[in-house]
């Protein structure tokens, strides 16, 4: 993800206006992704169950 923010901003810096828009949109559907894989992985640790200890 952190990737794909460095590839954005470098085109970025060489693209029109239009370029640009797409390019934060992609960045920022990088970051829900992120997110979206955060909140999926929490909710996989929720729903284990916590094994007893022998």
Not at 17 to 35: M, N
Request: net charge positive; glycine share 2%; aromatic share 4%.
């Amino acid at each position: 993800s952190q990737q794909s923010t460095v590839n954005s901003q470098q085109s970025t810096v060489k693209s029109t206006t239009g370029e640009r828009a797409s390019c934060q949109l992609s960045t920022i559907d990088c970051q829900l992704k992120t997110i979206d894989f955060q909140l999926s992985t929490q909710n996989l640790k929720l729903k284990t169950p916590k094994l007893p200890n022998f």
